[in-house]
């Protein structure tokens, strides 16, 4: 059997090796998993990794050393189990005559439904009726609760990849009035318009989700101005990653009660002080960076599988047949990958 190979620079991190998908690794070759590789020099953990057909990296890798690219030895594939990969992967060998796949669209529909259930609870007051009926109410109140539906709302969406993509087919049987914005994409839905400035998107727009990567053009680029535009009652949607939005700017609109917010990601370190004010504003849903984790946490039993476990079966299996494999990394994606 050819040898597979993973370094976890400490211990193997859970969620992605759980023990039914390292048992299926095992069915398909000869899985070695090495902990504490940190404690490796880089040339010692090249050494290892060019003995191996299959080098495997995951959340919680040591980082792959960049010498492989000119002399990879026995080493002929990178399969890349999780999301971003930069801190494990360098661009070198991306470049390389190795290929590197990623987990693709692993994360896309858990991610979109995240996105999904954000906006509805926003459009309809969700966490507002909720507090109305912990506060021992039942009927809405006299002025009622802000509340709005999915049908004709002008809706943005900043960035298509694959979480965009797969957000706009969920939200498009609702029939919203769909703009996109994204330069980097070559085509949207006919029923869609694209947008060329992130002006034109937030121009008229009665919510905007976000679906970019984080870059140096994307990191603050949702600025204070470009939320003001947004109309009184306005929804901003982010599961993408905090640091693409003027933060303090958002948190004032915000404060002052005339946007409403639902935000899984936050800027760094994307947690919030337990006395800061707006874990109790009615008009802001926060859901901890945990949308797309899956409930509970079950690494051991039989169906302890999420998709990225069986994208990376699926193109191990396909290496070792000789096939074509599905969602290999080049640079352009590698530098927009977040």
Not at 3 to 32: I, N, Q, S
Request: net charge negative; hydrophobic share 40%.
């Amino acid at each position: 059997m050819k040898k597979l190979l993973h370094l976890a620079a400490g211990t193997a991190e859970p969620r992605a090796w759980t023990r039914p998908f390292v048992k299926r690794l095992r069915e398909l070759g000869d899985l070695e998993i090495v902990e504490h590789s940190d404690r490796m020099s880089d040339e010692e953990a090249a050494t290892r990794i060019r003995e191996c057909e299959v080098l495997i990296t995951s959340w919680g890798a040591r980082s792959t050393p960049v010498s492989l690219a000119a002399n990879p030895g026995r080493l002929r594939y990178i399969c890349h189990l999780t999301g971003a990969m930069g801190q494990y992967i360098p661009v070198e060998l991306i470049e390389s005559a190795i290929p590197v796949t990623y987990w693709g669209d692993a994360q896309a529909r858990a991610v979109a439904e995240g996105a999904m259930l954000l906006l509805l609870a926003s459009l309809k007051g969700l966490r507002e009726r909720i507090d109305h009926v912990e506060e021992g109410h039942w009927r809405p109140p006299e002025q009622g609760f802000r509340s709005s539906m999915l049908w004709n709302l002008s809706l943005g969406i900043y960035g298509y990849g694959m979480i965009g993509r797969t957000f706009v087919d969920m939200v498009r049987p609702f029939k919203p009035r769909i703009r996109i914005f994204d330069p980097f994409a070559p085509d949207i839905p006919a029923d869609c318009e694209r947008v060329e400035s992130l002006e034109a998107l937030f121009d008229g727009a009665q919510a905007v989700a976000i679906h970019a990567g984080w870059t140096d053009e994307t990191a603050g680029s949702v600025t204070a101005d470009l939320l003001a535009t947004l109309p009184d009652g306005g929804i901003l949607i982010n599961t993408a990653r905090g640091a693409i939005v003027d933060q303090e700017a958002l948190f004032a609109e915000l404060e002052s009660g005339r946007l409403r917010a639902g935000l899984d990601v936050l800027v760094p370190p994307e947690k919030l002080p337990a006395e800061h004010p707006a874990r109790r504003w009615p008009n802001l849903v926060l859901t901890a960076h945990s949308l797309s984790q899956p409930f509970p946490k079950d690494y051991v039993s039989d169906d302890a599988f999420e998709p990225m476990h069986h994208i990376c079966l699926d193109n191990v299996r396909r290496h070792l047949a000789g096939e074509e494999l599905t969602f290999v990394m080049d640079r352009g994606r590698y530098e927009l990958s977040t």
